[in-house]
């Protein structure tokens, strides 16, 4: 049976993604990480979706070399098909293979296949390392797109300069070839001199407007994009330019039938508890991109995704499921409105939210104890225009009440900016055992790991102001053991 929404490997974790779109099939080829010591290759493997609900676990996909070979990890790229030949192209490191900087060499490599995917044949000749100016250490995640206008392909690379402030020599660099084989460096694609680096570059071109997203390594770690109106900038900053928090990285992309989606993966947490570090790799999870008149992005749900919750399912959240407005005032204090009933482990829901002029706080409560003094809270703040995600009790940092992790305004790395002008707007979550995904309006998309509370209700609140909640709805997705019709609907779901 295939894993729906959320997938994973089993007993694994998905890291980097390198979507490839064939014939309305999407081929989500990824970084296997086990997580074991000593630490084995890293491999690529696959995992496919022709619904962007059901995903087939397809296993290895690409292996990782030898522990004297160069790519003894096989690391992020990319593939792109010329005529009846597709070519992978990927970065290559073996921690005992040091350059002249003394850190592990990353190098381009490439591979093809004539056989749509189903077996690689690897061309070490064709492997290259960074040139003169830049560091063998950082030479990674090559993306390789066609530019129609230069009739050249170009081929974007996340780098590294090898002078300058330590943390600002981030650049993405750029070789061109006319075959795909010989590849001469030219000008950097973008060099800001900001960050440490720039991983998983990706580019797209969306009516009159190219798009460059890349993986901001920083103290942020946060996926970004800029927009512009030709491949040689300058790149627009827009004024909300992340696709999503700090749990959601390393996110490129893929189109279908005019639609464009955004592959990342949600981090996991150290020790599986909420004050753990954040960890590299965890779970697959989708956005979708809509693009605004501006040329700027929102991002939200996939309409896939949230018609795949279709199985209505009340939890007692006063009248407001049955279509009557829950009126909540609080104009210099609190109130919230609990639910009778326990949330399922796993829902999707969504709330209406008339937010009146000079309200402090309102949101949602998941997995609320019954007096909603415990609870994981999503919390939109109109004075601030963010939106974030909270929790209570903090991490107690002692025996006395007034010890707890308090000098926090909420969860940390979890806050996006968004525009919550007076009026409605809407909320909605995906809630999967330790997985929560929050989005505001269609626009703003927060993700994060829920390990503590692992049960709970569900609650609207407001704080210093007052808010209407209309159409509340909670569904859940179809038991698929429970009737072999809907499962075989599932299967038989296409891209719309």
Request: proline residues 6%; charged residues 25%.
């Amino acid at each position: 049976m295939p894993q729906q929404i959320f997938f994973q490997p089993h007993d694994a974790w998905v890291g980097d993604i390198i979507p490839f779109e064939s014939d309305g099939e999407f081929k989500l080829f990824y970084l296997y990480e086990e997580r074991s010591d000593p630490k084995p290759g890293t491999p690529w493997h696959l995992a496919t979706t022709r619904n962007l609900v059901d995903f087939e676990d397809e296993g290895l996909a690409f292996e990782h070399g030898s522990s004297l070979d160069s790519d003894f990890n096989v690391y992020t790229g990319s593939i792109v098909r010329d005529g009846a030949l597709t070519h992978l192209f990927y970065t290559g490191q073996n921690p005992t293979h040091l350059g002249a900087d003394g850190l592990p060499l990353q190098l381009v490599m490439h591979a093809t296949s004539s056989d749509d995917m189903a077996s690689w044949t690897r061309h070490p000749e064709h492997t290259f390392g960074a040139p003169a100016g830049y560091e063998s250490g950082d030479w990674r995640d090559p993306f390789v797109f066609h530019d129609d206008e230069a009739g050249v392909w170009r081929m974007l690379i996340a780098a590294r300069h090898s002078d300058g402030p330590e943390r600002r020599r981030g650049v993405i660099a750029q070789c061109v070839s006319t075959d795909l084989v010989t590849w001469e460096p030219t000008e950097p694609f973008w060099d800001p001199r900001r960050y440490i680096a720039h991983e998983c570059p990706d580019v797209f071109k969306w009516g009159d407007w190219w798009y460059m997203v890349y993986s901001e390594f920083s103290e942020n770690f946060t996926t970004r994009y800029r927009m512009a109106k030709t491949l040689d900038g300058p790149w627009i900053v827009p004024e909300y330019d992340s696709v999503d928090g700090r749990a959601y990285y390393a996110s490129k992309t893929a189109e279908f039938d005019g639609r464009r989606f955004f592959f990342g993966w949600i981090a996991s947490k150290e020790d599986s508890r909420d004050d753990g570090a954040w960890q590299w790799a965890g779970t697959m999870s989708v956005v979708e991109a809509k693009q605004r008149p501006d040329g700027t992005l929102d991002f939200g749900f996939a309409s896939e995704t949230r018609n795949s919750f279709s199985e209505v399912t009340p939890v007692g959240l006063a009248d407001v499921e049955n279509g009557v407005p829950l009126e909540l005032s609080s104009p210099d204090g609190y109130t919230a409105v609990i639910s009778e009933d326990d949330a399922p482990a796993a829902y999707f829901a969504s709330v209406d939210l008339d937010i009146e002029a000079g309200t402090t706080e309102c949101g949602l409560l998941l997995r609320s104890s019954a007096d909603g003094d415990s609870s994981y809270i999503v919390r939109l703040e109109p004075k601030r225009n963010r939106m974030v995600f909270d929790r209570w009790p903090r991490r107690s940092t002692g025996d006395g009440q007034w010890e707890i992790s308090g000098d926090v305004p909420f969860m940390i790395e979890l806050e996006r900016p968004c525009d919550l002008s007076a009026g409605r707007h809407r909320l909605e979550v995906i809630v999967e055992n330790d997985l929560c995904v929050v989005n505001l309006d269609g626009r703003t998309t927060l993700s994060t790991r829920i390990y503590d509370h692992t049960a709970g209700r569900i609650g609207v609140f407001v704080g210093e102001g007052s808010v209407s909640a209309r159409h509340f709805r909670m569904a859940v997705r179809p038991d698929p053991s429970q009737s072999t019709s809907v499962s075989a609907d599932a299967h038989q779901h296409q891209l719309a």
